[in-house]
């Protein structure tokens, strides 16, 4: 694979993964286009840690984005740890749904239920977003490494300001600016996958040195 196949699939994949985020909450297709982004993205950076014999490029990416997965699994079964938990010390009864409404209904029954696992479900709805933040973190210092690398071996400073910038939009996702700025971040990384120049620039000759009389 050569620099400019990694330019355009690293620029229009960094492009779809934008356009998913942004169709995200309009439609359930904006996230197999954001997959879609993501794989190419994986493919470019892979194919110019080759060309730049530079192997931490794609390392450092394809581990940002497993950590980053691993966090969203481990915050379902955190959640669905706790649902359960919750469902088990409750004492409802689930098990006869004739039942469910009158024991609603009944707000004094009802505060009994839910009143003692209250604190069980806020602890794991606590823990489950710090696991979820934590694996963020991990992924996007990854992608940052792997940015880095890119934009000296590049000599495209771009790519490490798109790292920096998802960086700190990952540590402030915990407010809705943190999301803006890691998005921010995608946009600044298409423009830099486009500025890659795909022919090396070699420097001018320096002029011959007259000999000495």
């Known amino acids: 694979m050569n620099i400019e196949t990694s330019k355009y699939l690293g620029g229009i994949g960094a492009l779809l993964i934008v356009i998913g985020d942004l169709g995200f909450f309009g439609t359930g297709y904006a996230g197999i286009l954001g997959l879609i ?15 730049y014999n ?5 390392n ?3 581990y940002g984005v497993i950590a980053a997965i691993v966090g969203v699994v481990a915050f379902v079964a955190a959640i669905v740890a706790t649902v359960l938990t919750v469902i088990t010390i409750s004492g409802f009864n ?27 479900a806020l602890a794991g709805l606590i823990i489950s977003v710090v696991v979820l933040f934590a694996f963020f973190i991990i992924a996007f210092i990854l992608v940052r490494k792997s940015l880095n690398l890119l934009a000296s071996k590049s000599g495209v400073g ?5 790292g920096l910038l998802m960086l700190i939009g990952a540590v402030l996702t915990i407010i809705i ?13 298409i423009v830099a996958f486009f500025s890659l120049k795909t022919q090396p620039t070699t420097p001018a000759p320096a002029p011959p040195q007259s000999s000495p009389a």
């Open 94 to 120: 689930w098990a006869d749904p004739s039942t469910w409404s009158q024991q609603i209904t009944d707000i004094n029954t009802f505060m009994e239920i839910f009143g003692s696992a209250l604190g069980t």
């Open 60 to 62: 450092n990416a394809l």
């Open 158 to 162: 771009m790519f490490g300001t798109a």
């Open 37 to 51: 982004g993501l794989i190419l993205v994986l493919i470019a950076m892979n194919g110019l840690a080759n060309i």
């Open 177 to 189: 600016f943190g999301v803006i700025l890691i998005w921010i971040g995608f946009i600044l990384l």
């Open 54 to 58: 530079e192997s931490g490029i794609f």
